[in-house]
């Protein structure tokens, strides 16, 4: 037994075969699963009124209730809601007032989110495997991604656990079409990153980052690799952003029509803009809805009459805020020039930062465990990068497009995020890098040319497989942690 360990610790054999079955443990782990997503909802979410969930909840309804001619309103795209509408039966109604939604409809949505997360979860293990190219990196990312994070969300009926799962597969997709752009890949890319954008509009930067990195991508060929672009290069890259436009066309189309604007949304074109620091954003961000701009082009003279009707409404709610904000003047409608008027350099600068030191305190608290082990996996990488650090440069200017596509996408996303949390949205857009960045580190781990032996008298260790093991031990005493504690001693919903 000695020998046999020493052997694989050496790199000298391979996985006993029993490993081979070791996958048919997440068969197990499925019902424990959902007892804890179930577990932590009975224990926290009780208000449909909290973060928005009613809105999803309200058109799926009315999708179901109108064969799905409703119009959506452009502030969250409809994806989640669509997959939630089936689900609906006349039973749900409400049975004082018509158009509020039912507890019932709440706790239906709720167990449809919980079944939704274990099919992406199993969804993405198969990913995972595919891409990391072994069974044991695909059930650690599986498990970091459904214990330390899913399970905290699966019992809220928000999009952002279907939104995450296609994120981390586009992700991937378009940074496969950096190094190795086929037709299939890039039509795959463009339709899996047009559904996500169905389903939360965050998917937008991703696509334009990928518009710029394949540009980078043609020119780094041609000036490093000597490879002039070919034509058929080119026209796989154009197919992505093609296919995404595509199958998004009556989304956009149905928003161009009203709005001027294929991709209009009141959180871009307004919301995002008001400003942060006090309660006065909460009301610009109401004046802005109450006048109706998600459904229909609002003026200034519309916002600003909502402003004034809004503040004679807190009177009697609010009078301390009340007085505060009947001592200023009307502001003008929240938009990116008024913001940039209104703000120093300094100023804008300081948002996104104050964002991001805001939320790494949240994650710290909220979700321990996978914030720790995230942690982990960086100082595995950066362990592996250093024994490796030759042939990490090679590697580096052999697929700089790469580099620039992935430090693009974390540093982009992170300062847009930290700059949403000025409207205290808290930290669910935050974590929606946290599955990319774990199969990122799981991925770079993985690689065939990351196995390094260190030589240690007559003998040696595979640092690779030292590394996955302490990560697999590690990683099992956080589930364990969340499972029997963290799961249910602090809110983290959202």
């Known amino acids: 037994m000695k020998d046999r360990i020493v052997a694989f610790f050496s790199g000298e054999s391979e996985l006993p075969r029993w490993f081979r079955w070791l996958p048919l443990g997440l068969l197990v782990l499925i019902p424990l ?12 979410n009780h208000d449909l009124y909290q973060n928005d969930q009613k809105v999803y909840l309200r058109i799926a309804q009315k999708l ?19 997959v939630l509408a089936p689900f609906w039966k006349d039973d749900y109604l409400h049975q004082e007032k018509r158009s509020r939604v039912s507890e019932v409809w709440f706790e239906k949505g709720k167990q449809v989110n919980i079944w939704l997360s274990t099919i992406l979860l199993i969804g993405l293990y198969f990913f995972f495997h595919a891409t990391t190219g072994g069974a044991i990196p695909a059930m650690m990312a599986t498990l970091a991604s459904g214990f330390l994070l899913y399970v905290f969300r699966a019992g809220y009926t928000q999009p952002e656990l ?34 996500a954008f169905f389903v939360k509009a965050g998917t937008q930067p991703l696509l334009l980052l990928f518009v710029v990195s394949f540009g980078v991508k043609l020119l780094w060929d ?21 296919v995404f436009a595509t199958v998004l066309a009556p989304y956009l189309h149905g928003t161009y029509k009203v709005f001027g604007d294929p991709f ?12 942060a620091g006090d309660d006065s954003f909460k009301h610009e961000m ?21 402003w004034n009707d809004n503040i004679e409404m807190m009177k009697e709610k609010s009078p301390d805020l009340w007085k505060t904000l009947s001592a200023q003047p009307t502001p003008d409608l929240p938009t990116l020039e008024r913001y940039l008027r209104d703000h120093t350099a300094a100023e804008i600068i300081a948002r996104p930062i104050d964002g991001l030191v ?31 650090y030759q042939n990490m440069w090679k590697l580096v200017c052999g697929n700089l497009p790469v580099v620039f596509y992935i430090t693009g996408f974390f540093t982009g996303y992170l300062v847009l995020y930290g700059w949403y949390d000025g409207l205290r949205i808290g930290a669910r857009l935050i974590l929606s890098l946290y599955v990319p960045a774990i199969f990122s580190l799981i991925w770079f781990l993985s690689r065939k040319d990351n196995k390094i032996v260190i030589k240690i008298g007559k ?9 996955f093991t302490l990560l697999f031990i590690a990683l099992a005493v956080k589930v364990v942690a969340v499972l029997t504690g963290e799961l249910y001693a602090e809110y983290s919903g959202a």
């Open 33 to 44: 699963y959902m007892h804890a997503a179930r577990g932590h909802t009975a224990t926290w």
């Open 64 to 82: 179901k209730t109108t064969d799905y001619e409703y119009f959506t309103p452009r502030q969250r795209t409809p994806g989640f809601s669509y």
């Open 162 to 195: 279907l939104y995450w799962s296609l994120n981390v597969v586009a992700y991937y997709l378009l940074m496969r079409m950096l190094w190795a752009p086929t037709w299939k890949v890039a039509i795959t890319g463009g339709f899996v990153s047009g559904v």
């Open 222 to 242: 041609w000036l490093y690799h000597k490879r002039r672009p070919q034509l058929v290069t080119i026209l796989q890259g154009a197919t992505v952003p093609l």
């Open 264 to 275: 209009y949304s009141t959180y871009s074109k307004y919301i995002m803009w008001v400003k």
């Open 286 to 306: 109401y004046a802005i809805m109450n006048a109706g701009a998600a459904d229909h082009p609002i003026t200034e003279q519309d916002f600003q009459k909502t």
């Open 358 to 388: 805001t939320n790494h305190k949240r994650i710290q608290k909220y979700y321990t465990s996978a914030y720790s082990f995230l942690g982990l996996c960086l100082c595995a990488a950066g362990i592996l990068t250093l024994f490796n």
């Open 459 to 467: 003998g040696g260790i595979d640092l690779q497989r030292v590394l």
